[in-house]
């Protein structure tokens, strides 16, 4: 049973603009794609190309132009302080996961759109270099988050 699909009336307006970003992808060395170094404008990471993490740049992107405040940070556990704190995920709402370590520094941050047994969907920036939908461990998520 897959759980969390939405229709497109329920679906948050950050997370359409999200939706629109499809395909934007990291160029190759030597080249910057310019929309992601508008992403990392967003963030503590502005004026930076498109070879570092972006994820959390994209996400306080989306947010802004939906008229909501982000972290600002490109840490992608930053989200975790931030909005309000979701028992149980909602479609497009933030999903903190954590890389590697639970305890330690380094995640990732996108947007819910469903999840199984064992795998979380998100939507979101620089998952496998570009703005996608991919899957995760259900086992690595760290929490929910939704704007105030």
Partial sequence: MILGMANEIDTPAWLSLAFAERGVRRFGPGESNPRIVEYNGHTNLAG????ISWCSSFVNWCLAKAGHRGTGSALARS????????????YGCLVVLSRDDPAGWT?????YLRHDAETIYLFGGNQLGEVRELDYPLESVLGYRWPD
């Fill in 48 to 51: 930076c190309d498109d070879k």
């Fill in 79 to 90: 989200w975790l302080e931030w909005g309000r704190v979701l028992e149980r995920p909602a």
């Fill in 107 to 111: 995640g990732h941050v996108g947007f």
